[in-house]
């Protein structure tokens, strides 16, 4: 069987509709989907913060609201019998604003950096465990690096749109939690701590997104390999992104605050999950054996 492209082409129709897949369950990863996977992790950072800061909840409370959050939509993902957008991408904004709650309370602490002007606590419980970006960003590599080879390990495909069981699926969902969360982290210390800036940040990410881009036309790069590192590179673009939405002008960026910008991404979204389910609906109406259209493929 001829190999599709991960990054353009992730769920192409079988021509057999008796074959047993999750890929059905995934979007088409398309142009679209990385659109919508950038205003969902954006919406992610926007959202995490407008709950533990501008609500005054905390990283820690904040972050085990989010956390059941994510495990009740991904209950409700994996019980699914097909994709659905509106389940798959608020299983994805789940992630996002628990990874970036996570990010914060494993990296930053209760000191002034942190922290408006005049506070002094921010919410219920531990205030945050100060390990830093650097730090944070290596435990949590290395928590990726166990999952993937515990996936390796069990003896099941990295090829997503072939993942046909329960545990292959869970296995998938626990890399997204933590990829968000380690795209986060590279996110804030772009923003905060290496110099660049918020906008800085985001051209950087974006530049290394095109390097992606460009390595898509050379076979020797496996495009598991390739689909992963832009997952986890769209979560720091999202993450530089919203700081530079909510942030102060002072700080570099556009102070339109949380709740503004969570709003506003949150209807971008919507709108663009429900142009997915169009889509899908209009797929699912297509006679059986009829392909899709035409897609990008690369030979494997």
Do not use: C, H
């Not at 545990?167 to 110099?195: K, Y």
């Not at 709740?259 to 797929?283: D, P, T, W």
């Amino acid at each position: 069987m001829e190999n599709s492209e991960v990054l353009t082409d992730l769920d192409v129709a079988s021509a057999s509709n008796t074959t047993k897949s999750v890929m059905k369950k995934l979007p088409e990863v398309t142009l679209a989907f990385w659109i919508m996977k950038i205003a969902a992790t954006t919406l992610g950072e926007t959202a995490g913060d407008l709950f533990a800061q501008t609500l005054k909840l905390g990283y820690f409370l904040t972050t085990i609201a989010l956390f059941l959050v994510f495990v009740v939509t991904l209950v409700v993902q994996l019980r699914s019998s097909r994709y659905n957008p509106f389940f798959y991408w608020t299983v994805i904004l789940s992630t996002s604003m628990a990874g970036t709650t996570m990010s914060d309370f494993m990296n930053r602490d209760a000191s002034a950096k942190y922290l408006s002007a005049g506070a002094t606590r921010l919410g219920w419980g531990p205030q945050g465990l100060g390990l830093g970006y650097p730090t944070g960003a290596a435990i949590l590599v290395s928590i990726l690096l166990v999952i993937f080879t515990v996936w390796k390990l069990s003896g099941m495909t990295f090829q997503i749109r072939d993942i046909v069981s329960f545990r292959g699926e869970a296995l998938f969902w626990s890399a997204i939690l933590v990829s968000n969360t380690l795209g986060t982290s590279m996110g804030d210390f772009l923003s905060d701590s290496s110099g660049l800036g918020y906008a800085g940040g985001a051209l950087l990410v974006t530049g290394l997104l095109g390097v992606l881009l460009a390595l898509m036309k050379v076979p020797a790069v496996p495009n598991v390999l390739l689909f992963w590192f832009a997952f986890v590179l769209t979560r720091p673009l999202g993450a530089t992104a919203g700081d530079f939405l909510t942030k102060p002008v002072a700080k570099g960026g556009l102070d339109l605050g949380t709740a503004g910008s969570s709003a506003v991404l949150l209807a971008v979204l919507f709108a663009l999950m429900g142009y997915a389910q169009v889509r899908e609906r209009r797929s699912a109406a297509r006679p059986a054996g009829q392909e899709p259209g035409p897609v990008t493929r690369r030979a494997g």
